[in-house]
């Protein structure tokens, strides 16, 4: 099963890693995590997966397809 971030549509990718670490109780460190990974030069939504991630913080993601998208036969 594939493993994934999620956000709000209203919601900056920081809050998004900020709430997500809330959760686990590793708001600090995973939101220094987040930073450290942006100053590294990587894109937002890849610095947010990497450092929940790095936490156990990510979700799981159900197997089949996925909605919207068209699979070929």
Not at 47 to 57: D, I
Not at 61 to 67: E, I, K, Q, T
């Amino acid at each position: 099963m594939p493993l994934i971030v999620k956000r709000k549509l209203t919601e900056t990718w920081r809050d998004a890693v900020a709430r997500r670490a809330r959760e686990l109780g590793v708001e600090q460190e995973c939101l220094q995590a987040y930073e450290e990974r942006l100053e590294e030069g990587m894109h937002e939504a890849e610095a947010a997966f990497r450092a929940l991630e790095s936490f156990n913080g990510l979700f799981v993601a159900p197997d089949g397809p996925v909605p919207g998208r068209r699979e070929e036969l």
